[in-house]
């Protein structure tokens, strides 16, 4: 994941965090970089223990998604940012008469963005709870009435029917195992001639389910993707009556996201501080994306973009 780091430390000295983080996100031992002098000590000294129990911290006070914050930027669980989602319901032209959902919101950082930019409603709807109501209070902080952010439970979620106009998940569909009853039930809310946007993980062609290139790519809370190829989407839609018009390949792009905020976030001078709060947290999150650029970077995984319209009524509707 790139080239080696050069070091002009002596041999002696104890390698920064700095140093440690991106020697391991790029594969190399610390010691080497250090010219072979042995790390024994922790770097980054004592951590304090958290004594309040996880359930009664706040939300925007819980270390992962404070970490997550500081990597990705405020209201952001993941690279792309605003841009990203705004670029994604760029085909709904969107208009203040009009009502979005947003499944997968996270903190919320996109629903904000697309009610804010076309002054719309829009519903986010995100399965982590604890996420869920941070996002709902950074709405409430930021004023931001029609951006209201919601709680689900997937296996129950069933939106009303002929509800929204337009529909739009980032990254969150590879989560989910029942994903063809899920992109029903989205069908079932649509407007008639509403339109869908999304992105997701799929395997690449020949890729199977089981292929051990993609155990690594996990959800934050450690449970497995589930992932269909991409022409399984374009089936499954196709037998929703959902018009798809693009389907597009991401991966590079998303990767260089990811690395341009890990490269920024190791110059931040402020790393140290957050690792020595929260290390743990802060090793976990690399780790994470660690695995995942390598699954990405291993051609079993692609980041493909949909976009569809709603041209008929299943069975089902």
Known sequence: MG????????PSAKPSFKTRLKAWWEGYDVADLMGGAPVSEPVLGPVAPIETPAEEIPPLE???????????????VGPGGASAILTLVKPFALDPSMTVMDFGAG???????????????????????????????????????????????????????????????????????????????????????????????????????????????????????????????????KALKLDVRVDEDLTDTYRTNVIEAFVNFTQDSAVSAMARAHPDELVAEVALWTKRVAALDSGALQLRRYYAIKVGSTKSS
Request: net charge neutral; proline share 6%.
């Open 3 to 10: 080239a080696a780091l050069e070091s002009s430390a002596p």
């Open 62 to 76: 819980q270390p992962y998604i404070k970490i997550a914050q500081y990597i990705w930027g405020e209201s952001l």
């Open 107 to 237: 903190l919320g950082g996109g629903t904000r963005a697309v009610s804010e930019e076309f002054g719309v409603w829009v519903n986010g709807f995100e399965p982590d709870p604890i996420m869920a109501e941070g996002g709902q209070e950074l709405s409430t902080k930021k004023g931001a009435k029609k951006a209201e952010i919601k709680a689900c439970t997937v296996k129950d979620f069933q939106p009303k029917a002929a509800t929204f106009d337009c529909i739009y998940s980032s990254e969150a569909l590879y989560t989910v195992p029942e994903k063809e009853k899920l992109l029903g039930n989205f069908e079932r809310a649509l407007k008639a001639r509403g339109q869908i946007a999304l992105t997701d993980f799929v395997r690449t062609p020949g890729v199977k389910a089981d292929d051990p290139r993609l155990k690594g790519f996990v959800t934050r809370d450690g449970k497995p993707g589930h992932f269909w190829l991409g022409e399984d989407y374009l089936s499954k839609m």
